[in-house]
């Protein structure tokens, strides 16, 4: 079972930038789609972005395109989200997700392993 660490949250001020990384612990890490959600308090889990195995190609949620971007490096098991621009509303406990079929999901249900999540604190 692979096993995801994120980190690289924190307290930002509103239009700063933060990068989250997650390690994952699995030496098979290239065949899993790779995928970060939020959750905010009282809300449900929501997507945020995806990538393909290669990293080729990746799908955002409406509310971060252009101002997220999600990455990897699979020699180094990592997965990343660059985030710029970033709002109040952004403010999120940040989960990374594996998925083991090789098809593009937003759902969180669709995935197999989670990470522990890292707090993003963004202020006005």
């Known amino acids: 079972q692979v096993q995801l660490v994120e980190s690289g949250g924190g307290l930002v001020q509103a239009g700063g930038s933060l990068r989250l990384s997650c390690a994952a612990s699995s030496r098979t890490f290239s065949s899993y789609i790779m995928a970060w959600f939020r959750q905010a308090p009282g809300r449900e889990r929501e997507f945020v972005a995806t990538i393909t195995r290669s990293g080729a190609s990746t799908l955002y949620a409406e509310s971060v395109k252009g101002r997220f971007t999600i990455s990897r490096d699979n020699a180094k098991n990592t997965v990343y989200l660059q985030m710029n621009s970033l709002k109040p509303e952004d403010t999120a406990v940040y989960y990374c997700?594996?998925?083991?079929?090789?098809?593009?999901?937003?759902?969180?249900?669709?995935?197999?392993?989670w990470g522990q999540g890292t707090q993003v604190t963004v202020s006005s």
């Open positions: 997700a594996a998925r083991f079929i090789n098809t593009i999901a937003s759902s969180p249900s669709q995935y197999n392993a």
